[in-house]
Protein backbone atom coordinates (compact mmCIF):
# COMPACT_ATOMS: atom_id res chain seq x y z
CA UNK A 1 0.00 0.00 0.00
CA UNK A 2 1.28 3.58 -0.91
CA UNK A 3 1.66 6.76 1.26
CA UNK A 4 2.59 9.97 0.96
CA UNK A 5 3.79 12.35 3.10
CA UNK A 6 0.22 13.80 3.90
CA UNK A 7 -1.42 10.50 4.19
CA UNK A 8 -0.80 10.01 8.53
CA UNK A 9 -2.43 8.84 11.09
CA UNK A 10 -2.27 9.41 15.18
CA UNK A 11 -0.66 7.00 17.16
CA UNK A 12 -0.14 7.00 20.73
CA UNK A 13 3.29 6.28 22.50
CA UNK A 14 2.84 6.17 26.19
CA UNK A 15 0.46 9.87 26.48
CA UNK A 16 2.46 11.49 23.48
CA UNK A 17 0.77 11.47 20.10
CA UNK A 18 2.71 11.25 17.06
CA UNK A 19 1.69 10.84 13.49
CA UNK A 20 2.72 7.64 11.26
CA UNK A 21 2.85 7.05 7.21
CA UNK A 22 -0.87 5.63 6.84
CA UNK A 23 -0.22 2.35 5.64
CA UNK A 24 3.36 2.47 6.65
CA UNK A 25 4.85 -0.46 8.69
CA UNK A 26 4.37 1.07 12.07
CA UNK A 27 0.93 1.46 11.25
CA UNK A 28 0.89 -1.85 10.32
CA UNK A 29 2.34 -3.87 12.45
CA UNK A 30 3.54 -1.69 15.72
CA UNK A 31 6.33 -3.42 16.28
CA UNK A 32 4.88 -6.99 15.20
CA UNK A 33 6.53 -7.30 11.85
CA UNK A 34 5.19 -9.79 9.29
CA UNK A 35 8.98 -10.96 8.22
CA UNK A 36 7.94 -12.71 5.39
CA UNK A 37 6.44 -9.78 3.76
CA UNK A 38 8.68 -7.39 4.84
CA UNK A 39 11.11 -9.58 2.91
CA UNK A 40 9.02 -9.56 -0.46
CA UNK A 41 10.42 -5.23 -0.35
CA UNK A 42 12.58 -5.21 -2.86
CA UNK A 43 14.27 -2.57 -0.56
CA UNK A 44 15.37 -5.71 1.83
CA UNK A 45 17.95 -8.19 0.82
CA UNK A 46 16.73 -10.25 3.27
CA UNK A 47 15.22 -10.84 7.34
CA UNK A 48 17.17 -13.85 8.40
CA UNK A 49 19.82 -12.02 10.19
CA UNK A 50 16.13 -10.78 12.28
CA UNK A 51 14.78 -14.29 12.25
CA UNK A 52 17.34 -15.00 15.12
CA UNK A 53 16.07 -11.63 17.11
CA UNK A 54 13.00 -12.62 18.70
CA UNK A 55 11.06 -9.47 19.58
CA UNK A 56 10.10 -9.06 23.47
CA UNK A 57 7.50 -6.90 25.41
CA UNK A 58 9.16 -4.34 27.40
CA UNK A 59 7.71 -1.62 29.32
CA UNK A 60 9.74 1.81 28.52
CA UNK A 61 8.90 5.42 29.39
CA UNK A 62 6.94 5.32 26.08
CA UNK A 63 4.52 2.60 27.50
CA UNK A 64 4.90 -1.20 26.94
CA UNK A 65 6.59 -1.73 23.19
CA UNK A 66 7.83 -4.44 21.54
CA UNK A 67 11.96 -4.83 21.18
CA UNK A 68 14.53 -4.82 19.55
CA UNK A 69 13.74 -2.35 16.85
CA UNK A 70 14.04 -3.47 13.38
CA UNK A 71 16.09 -1.48 10.67
CA UNK A 72 15.31 -4.13 7.56
CA UNK A 73 17.69 -1.48 5.22
CA UNK A 74 19.88 1.25 5.82
CA UNK A 75 23.00 2.94 5.05
CA UNK A 76 25.56 4.89 7.16
CA UNK A 77 28.59 7.07 7.15
CA UNK A 78 31.08 7.99 10.31
CA UNK A 79 34.02 10.40 10.07
CA UNK A 80 35.81 9.23 12.79
CA UNK A 81 38.65 12.41 14.05
CA UNK A 82 41.18 12.93 16.63
CA UNK A 83 40.59 15.48 19.35
CA UNK A 84 41.76 16.59 22.70
CA UNK A 85 40.76 14.74 25.94
CA UNK A 86 41.04 17.57 27.45
CA UNK A 87 37.92 19.04 25.44
CA UNK A 88 36.68 15.82 25.40
CA UNK A 89 36.71 15.31 29.36
CA UNK A 90 34.72 18.67 29.30
CA UNK A 91 32.00 17.46 27.35
CA UNK A 92 31.38 13.94 29.13
CA UNK A 93 29.83 13.37 32.29
CA UNK A 94 32.22 12.44 35.27
CA UNK A 95 30.77 9.14 35.22
CA UNK A 96 32.91 8.23 31.59
CA UNK A 97 35.95 8.54 30.28
CA UNK A 98 37.46 9.00 26.46
CA UNK A 99 38.54 6.22 24.92
CA UNK A 100 42.35 7.19 23.88
CA UNK A 101 44.34 6.11 21.31
CA UNK A 102 47.43 7.84 22.99
CA UNK A 103 47.40 9.31 25.96
CA UNK A 104 46.14 13.23 25.63
CA UNK A 105 44.09 12.13 22.26
CA UNK A 106 40.44 10.24 22.10
CA UNK A 107 37.86 9.53 19.16
CA UNK A 108 34.77 11.47 18.38
CA UNK A 109 32.82 10.89 15.42
CA UNK A 110 30.27 12.60 12.69
CA UNK A 111 27.75 10.13 11.66
CA UNK A 112 25.03 10.25 8.90
CA UNK A 113 22.23 7.23 8.61
CA UNK A 114 19.59 6.97 6.42
CA UNK A 115 16.77 4.17 7.25
CA UNK A 116 14.99 3.24 4.31
CA UNK A 117 12.70 0.22 5.63
CA UNK A 118 12.44 0.17 9.50
CA UNK A 119 9.72 -0.79 12.29
CA UNK A 120 9.25 3.30 12.58
CA UNK A 121 9.28 3.64 8.97
CA UNK A 122 11.62 5.94 6.82
CA UNK A 123 13.44 8.16 8.89
CA UNK A 124 17.00 10.18 8.24
CA UNK A 125 19.29 10.91 11.49
CA UNK A 126 22.74 12.30 12.20
CA UNK A 127 25.31 12.31 15.53
CA UNK A 128 28.04 13.92 17.15
CA UNK A 129 29.50 11.02 19.65
CA UNK A 130 32.30 10.37 22.16
CA UNK A 131 34.27 7.03 21.78
CA UNK A 132 34.00 6.20 25.73
CA UNK A 133 35.97 3.43 27.63
CA UNK A 134 33.26 0.38 28.55
CA UNK A 135 31.64 1.67 31.48
CA UNK A 136 32.21 -1.41 33.38
CA UNK A 137 36.32 -1.93 32.91
CA UNK A 138 38.26 0.24 34.98
CA UNK A 139 41.26 0.01 32.57
CA UNK A 140 41.63 0.21 29.31
CA UNK A 141 42.26 -3.56 27.35
CA UNK A 142 44.52 -3.62 23.81
CA UNK A 143 41.11 -5.37 22.64
CA UNK A 144 38.66 -2.09 23.28
CA UNK A 145 41.25 0.21 21.77
CA UNK A 146 41.68 -1.87 18.53
CA UNK A 147 37.79 -2.57 18.44
CA UNK A 148 36.96 1.13 18.94
CA UNK A 149 39.32 1.92 16.35
CA UNK A 150 37.59 -0.72 13.61
CA UNK A 151 34.31 0.75 14.87
CA UNK A 152 33.55 -2.95 15.26
CA UNK A 153 32.93 -3.11 18.82
CA UNK A 154 32.05 1.16 20.14
CA UNK A 155 31.01 2.56 23.10
CA UNK A 156 30.02 5.77 23.01
CA UNK A 157 28.16 8.84 24.47
CA UNK A 158 25.75 11.01 22.25
CA UNK A 159 26.12 14.65 22.26
CA UNK A 160 23.66 15.22 19.29
CA UNK A 161 21.66 13.34 17.44
CA UNK A 162 18.95 14.99 15.43
CA UNK A 163 16.15 12.79 13.43
CA UNK A 164 13.87 13.86 10.60
CA UNK A 165 10.45 12.46 12.18
CA UNK A 166 8.29 12.98 15.25
CA UNK A 167 8.28 9.01 16.16
CA UNK A 168 12.00 9.13 15.81
CA UNK A 169 12.17 12.15 18.12
CA UNK A 170 9.71 10.77 20.99
CA UNK A 171 11.04 7.01 20.93
CA UNK A 172 15.08 8.47 21.06
CA UNK A 173 14.40 10.96 23.43
CA UNK A 174 12.14 9.86 25.89
CA UNK A 175 12.50 6.27 25.36
CA UNK A 176 16.14 6.09 25.52
CA UNK A 177 17.46 9.34 26.53
CA UNK A 178 18.93 10.66 23.76
CA UNK A 179 19.69 14.11 23.13
CA UNK A 180 16.82 14.11 19.41
CA UNK A 181 15.57 16.79 17.96
CA UNK A 182 13.51 17.04 14.90
CA UNK A 183 14.93 18.75 12.17
CA UNK A 184 16.10 18.25 8.56
CA UNK A 185 18.06 15.26 7.73
CA UNK A 186 18.95 14.78 4.25
CA UNK A 187 21.43 12.02 3.63
CA UNK A 188 21.93 10.26 0.02
CA UNK A 189 24.31 7.31 0.40
CA UNK A 190 25.05 5.25 -2.62
CA UNK A 191 28.56 3.34 -4.42
CA UNK A 192 29.63 7.01 -5.99
CA UNK A 193 28.64 9.88 -3.20
CA UNK A 194 27.68 10.29 -0.32
CA UNK A 195 26.35 13.09 1.34
CA UNK A 196 24.27 14.71 3.88
CA UNK A 197 23.03 18.10 5.00
CA UNK A 198 21.25 18.90 8.79
CA UNK A 199 19.43 21.97 8.88
CA UNK A 200 19.53 24.36 11.83
CA UNK A 201 16.53 25.99 13.85
CA UNK A 202 16.91 29.00 11.02
CA UNK A 203 16.81 26.64 7.90
CA UNK A 204 20.27 26.94 7.12
CA UNK A 205 22.93 24.75 7.49
CA UNK A 206 23.67 23.29 10.60
CA UNK A 207 26.48 20.72 9.45
CA UNK A 208 27.04 19.09 6.15
CA UNK A 209 28.82 16.57 4.42
CA UNK A 210 30.07 15.41 0.85
CA UNK A 211 32.13 12.85 0.33
CA UNK A 212 33.73 10.23 -2.66
CA UNK A 213 31.97 6.70 -1.05
CA UNK A 214 34.80 4.44 -0.29
CA UNK A 215 35.09 1.52 -2.20
CA UNK A 216 32.47 -1.66 -1.25
CA UNK A 217 33.51 -5.06 0.44
CA UNK A 218 29.95 -7.27 -0.04
CA UNK A 219 29.65 -9.34 3.22
CA UNK A 220 26.92 -12.24 3.51
CA UNK A 221 24.92 -11.74 6.24
CA UNK A 222 25.54 -12.59 10.09
CA UNK A 223 29.13 -12.57 8.37
CA UNK A 224 30.55 -9.43 9.82
CA UNK A 225 28.01 -7.97 12.93
CA UNK A 226 29.33 -5.15 14.91
CA UNK A 227 27.98 -3.54 18.18
CA UNK A 228 27.72 0.32 19.42
CA UNK A 229 26.87 0.72 23.21
CA UNK A 230 25.06 3.98 23.83
CA UNK A 231 25.17 5.71 27.44
CA UNK A 232 22.49 7.61 28.69
CA UNK A 233 20.47 8.77 31.81
CA UNK A 234 16.93 8.30 32.23
CA UNK A 235 15.42 9.86 35.02
CA UNK A 236 18.56 10.18 36.72
CA UNK A 237 19.26 7.06 36.50
CA UNK A 238 22.29 5.44 34.06
CA UNK A 239 21.35 3.18 31.24
CA UNK A 240 23.16 0.95 28.27
CA UNK A 241 21.41 0.81 24.77
CA UNK A 242 23.11 -1.95 22.61
CA UNK A 243 22.66 -1.42 18.63
CA UNK A 244 23.79 -4.58 16.47
CA UNK A 245 24.42 -3.82 12.79
CA UNK A 246 24.49 -6.52 10.26
CA UNK A 247 27.05 -5.14 7.72
CA UNK A 248 26.52 -5.87 3.91
CA UNK A 249 28.40 -4.00 1.89
CA UNK A 250 30.93 -1.33 3.49
CA UNK A 251 34.17 0.46 2.66
CA UNK A 252 36.66 2.85 4.59
CA UNK A 253 39.34 5.25 3.10
CA UNK A 254 41.94 6.70 5.74
CA UNK A 255 42.17 11.01 5.47
CA UNK A 256 40.58 13.22 4.04
CA UNK A 257 40.61 13.31 0.75
CA UNK A 258 37.08 13.42 -1.61
CA UNK A 259 35.96 14.45 1.94
CA UNK A 260 34.16 17.41 2.71
CA UNK A 261 32.56 18.39 6.26
CA UNK A 262 31.59 21.93 6.54
CA UNK A 263 30.18 23.39 9.86
CA UNK A 264 27.54 25.90 9.96
CA UNK A 265 25.45 27.64 12.76
CA UNK A 266 23.21 25.01 15.17
CA UNK A 267 23.80 22.47 17.25
CA UNK A 268 25.40 19.58 16.05
CA UNK A 269 28.46 22.20 14.52
CA UNK A 270 28.64 23.78 18.02
CA UNK A 271 28.71 20.24 19.81
CA UNK A 272 31.55 19.31 17.11
CA UNK A 273 33.19 22.46 17.42
CA UNK A 274 33.30 22.12 21.80
CA UNK A 275 35.51 19.12 20.95
CA UNK A 276 38.37 20.81 19.04
CA UNK A 277 38.86 17.64 16.72
CA UNK A 278 42.20 17.90 14.95
CA UNK A 279 41.82 16.05 12.27
CA UNK A 280 40.04 13.00 10.38
CA UNK A 281 41.51 9.40 10.42
CA UNK A 282 38.65 7.37 9.03
CA UNK A 283 36.00 7.55 7.04
CA UNK A 284 33.51 4.24 6.72
CA UNK A 285 30.49 3.93 5.26
CA UNK A 286 27.99 1.07 4.78
CA UNK A 287 25.69 1.32 1.50
CA UNK A 288 24.08 -1.74 2.71
CA UNK A 289 23.09 -2.80 6.21
CA UNK A 290 20.70 -3.83 8.95
CA UNK A 291 20.09 -3.45 12.26
CA UNK A 292 18.10 -4.09 15.47
CA UNK A 293 18.18 -1.47 18.31
CA UNK A 294 17.50 -2.79 22.36
CA UNK A 295 15.59 -1.00 24.72
CA UNK A 296 18.06 -0.09 27.02
CA UNK A 297 18.52 -1.23 30.11
CA UNK A 298 19.51 -0.17 33.59
CA UNK A 299 23.91 -0.35 33.68
CA UNK A 300 26.36 0.27 36.67
CA UNK A 301 28.58 3.24 35.99
CA UNK A 302 31.41 4.18 38.12
CA UNK A 303 33.30 7.07 37.66
CA UNK A 304 36.37 6.62 36.43
CA UNK A 305 38.38 10.11 37.19
CA UNK A 306 38.33 13.21 34.79
Request: one cysteine or more; glycine letters at 10%; a neutral charge.
Amino acid sequence: MSSTQQDTVTVDLGGRKVTVPQGGLYDRYRMAPDLDAIARDPRVSGVDFFRKLPKVKVDSPIGPTLAPNFYYAIATARLTMLAPSRAIRARLPEELSPLEVVPGLGLVSVMFFRYDVCDIDFYTEAAVGIAVKPARHGGLGFFDLVSGLKNEHLHSYVLSLPVSTEIARVRGHDGYGFPKWVTGVDVDIDHHRTTARVTNDAGGVDLSLLASTPAQRSYVSGERVGSLTSYTTIDGAWHSTLNQTNVLSAGTTHGTRGVTLRLGAGRMSDDLRSLAPKRTIRFDVMTEGQAALHMPVPTSVHSLGK
